[in-house]
């Protein structure tokens, strides 16, 4: 089944909240969130978010085990064979650095930094087709944003 989860910063402290994302007319979005109250019982929490912070879960995680959510900043390093002048293979690491976005088909890789083929961003699931490269969240837009470029 298909996780569906949210994170934002709260309103009050600014903190990030993870769980479901709670929209209703005339009310700030919320999240809400488990809190397990040590009886094997769960309460549930609802805290009030900013609105332009909310982020989607993409299901996916970085080489370290982190979950990749839109807004993260991303690098992607992977081995890139092309025919060298010789007429030998040559294997190349490259390094993209961008976003993680949600486009028109779903959440899309927007490149920055080093996009040799110039395709200006790949589908997500591009991020985890090929099992030797290494994709590691280094920060998101929010918190990070000496990192954010063009």
């Known amino acids: 089944m298909r996780q569906i989860k949210f994170r934002a910063k709260g309103c009050e402290m600014g903190e990030w909240l993870y769980g479901s994302l709670i929209q209703r007319k005339g009310f700030y ?4 969130f488990p809190i397990p109250t040590g009886d094997d019982k769960i309460r549930y929490v609802e805290h009030c978010v900013d609105s332009e912070t909310i982020c989607q879960y993409t299901e996916l ?8 959510y839109e807004g ?4 992607w390093t992977f081995f890139y064979n092309r025919i060298g002048p010789s007429g030998g293979a040559t294997e190349t690491d490259i390094q993209l650095r961008g976003v993680i976005k949600w486009g028109k088909a ?10 040799f083929e110039n395709a200006g961003w790949y589908g997500i ?10 994709i590691e969240v280094i920060g998101n837009i929010y918190d990070n944003p000496e990192l954010v470029e063009g």
Do not use: T
Not at 29 to 32: E, G
Not at 72 to 75: E, G, Q
């Open 29 to 32: 979005p919320s999240i809400l």
């Open 61 to 68: 995680e970085d080489e370290n085990g982190k979950e990749i």
């Open 72 to 75: 993260d900043i991303v690098d």
């Open 106 to 115: 779903g959440f899309i890789f927007e490149v920055w930094r080093n996009d």
């Open 125 to 134: 699931s591009d991020l985890n087709f090929d099992p030797a490269s290494d």
